[in-house]
């Protein structure tokens, strides 16, 4: 169900910033430490790049999920799934890819737009 309650937005846009600023240096810095372990081997760096990618993208939704229970709001199932699957997106191109400091900026605003919208959204209870 749509909540109208500005509160439960504004607490939406303030984790979804705070969860998408983290998320992204930590990919970003496990991203090139990754890079740094590569060498001229066959499987050189691989358990880094999948420690990085799979750490990038889990942290997401518990990132999520427990900003908004330390802000007292529950039912957040819509904001945490939604949420993850566009941060395996948005949060890949903007680590894989080459994004400028100012596109970096667009993706990370609107994927807080995004959970945003998405927090005012409250999963019934039972």
Known sequence: MMKSNPSRWL???LVSVAAAASCYWLWVSLH???GQARSDGT???LFESLFAGITG???MPVLL???MRVLQERGNHLLV???AIAWFFIGGHLVDDDVSTTGTVVFLTLFTAFGTLLSGVEAPRR
């Open 32 to 34: 090139e430490w990754a």
């Open 11 to 13: 607490k939406g846009a």
């Open 65 to 67: 999920w427990a900003g």
């Open 57 to 59: 993208v889990v942290s």
């Open 43 to 45: 499987f050189s760096g």
């Open 81 to 83: 799934i939604l949420g």
